[in-house]
């Protein structure tokens, strides 16, 4: 279980600097052509989250913790797909701002958890 909380964070943090990158590309209007692979790779990050959450109450983590990565995924996949009809204007920047926000703490929260399931791995 310790290699594969290992695998699924190093996953979380491969994707979620690419998909660092590509925002702020997208932001700055540049390589627009590259939303596909933004989302795909969102939704691997999103899915390696909830894999560890898995991971995580079979661990003993705290069913606190990882009810909020499960529910934190689900933000992050619906605000991503959704924000190009969110506050469509000048406004839309919000909408950008809380889906990065949203985006950094699944990274963070991929990283606790992670990091949870290997001390209690430890501890038994």
Do not use: D, N, Y
């Not at 069913?63 to 406004?91: C, H, I, N």
Request: net charge positive; charged share 5%.
């Amino acid at each position: 279980m310790k290699t594969t909380a290992t695998a699924l964070q190093m996953l979380i943090r491969l994707s979620g600097v690419i998909l660092i990158i590509l925002g702020g590309l997208f932001w700055s209007h540049m390589a627009l052509q590259w939303m596909g692979l933004h989302m795909i790779l969102g939704f691997v990050l999103v899915l390696a989250l909830w894999v560890l959450a898995l991971l995580g109450a079979r661990a003993g983590v705290s069913m606190g913790m990882v009810g909020v990565a499960l529910v934190w995924g689900l933000l992050v996949v619906f605000v991503g797909v959704k924000q190009t009809s969110l506050m469509p204007g000048s406004a839309h920047w919000v909408i950008q701002v809380i889906h990065l926000v949203l985006g950094l703490g699944a990274m963070g929260l991929g990283e606790a958890l992670g990091a949870r399931i290997k001390r209690s791995l430890v501890a038994a």
